[in-house]
């Protein structure tokens, strides 16, 4: 019987399974991220998140609004669920498509690079392309894992 | 040859399987829960939508507003993407890093748990912290299974 | 030992990969359709984004705008995230779950269909219910997949 623990034997396998924790444990850091500007910003959206702070008075109202730096950050939030939802899919498939263990790691050090590049390019913020072309990059190369998956088990 | 169809043998995969399914399944009902709101709201987004219930009029334009307990409802299901997506992926590899079944259970069930806690108290709303508590819950559970893996099968 | 890579010898496996590729591919491509309409509408929401192509000046502040257009893309792809995220998780335990091959395969066109015709109704855009129901069969195929896993592996 095949234990399902052997499946890690694989480096291409284990080589995924680092790169893609590594990025949902960087995805994670912005809720961490948001809620530190929420509070230092004094920008909430809840009532019941101000009341636990501030009473449920009238002035406690001036801190239901949105803040550009909250905003900054949750938009870098949706860009890194629009880009490594499909890295963990397609990432995940092209791992178990045999690849070159030296290609599969190149792949996945430079979607990790570009990702960890795009939210510092977000947050401090840089000047453009700079987050611009860290997109493009992981972008590219999650596209080049789906043309290896595709190419492999094509089942239509 | 190793069959696919073996792999749910395991244990600890299938106890996977079924709070991933679970969780996914009630991320799915925000979707449903959103739409009960716009409706008995009557607060939509899109003209064509309106268009379908109350034609192209002037008087159509009103229902084109956002409304308090859908955006509620919105901000929930997107906290469940941002949160139940590094779930569905380091709870994966977790499961296939030879977890003790016990251990592995009680992740995923306190996973589970905090996720269902944590959309109620959105809905309903409770005071804070108990929403706050639930998502930290949640997330630490996250980090923990991301430890285990990380120790696993590092392979940078 | 099992190697991974037999893993994608099974046919409904296949298939999933395919589909899940397909479907994920669809995803990303609304992250172009988005900067498209950003560059041909001029509505940005960065000012380090404005200030690339038209400089750091007040003229330069009308582009910091929403746009109608814009709006509707990011909503599409919203969408594709709360129904694409469920397809991929249930989709893979499904596959694991030994289902026949046919049916295996109608679920995952059907669901890969459904999700290309919700993008173009949200985007020609089409009159109601075209795009409502479009939305719904692709969460009916998830849900019936669901109810497979659960029924395959259920261990709470």
Known sequence: MAKSSQLLDNEALRAYATYATVV?????????????FRITRKAF???EDVAASF?????????LRT??????????HLNDL?????????GLLYALSGPELSTALMHFRIFAGSRIFHTLAYLIPLPQPGR????????A??????????KTVLYL
Not at 24 to 36: D, G, N, P, R, V
């Open 82 to 90: 629009e880009n490594i939802v499909p890295f963990l899919g397609i």
């Open 141 to 150: 190369v999650t596209i080049s894992m789906a043309y290896k998956v595709l």
């Open 67 to 76: 803040d550009q730096d909250v905003e900054r950050v949750r938009r870098g």
């Open 132 to 139: 611009g072309l860290s997109w493009a990059v992981g972008y």
């Open 24 to 36: 949902l444990l960087k995805m994670m850091l912005m809720s961490l991220i948001t809620a530190y």
């Open 45 to 47: 959206v809840n009532p």
């Open 55 to 63: 009473g449920k008075g009238e002035g406690a109202k001036k801190y």
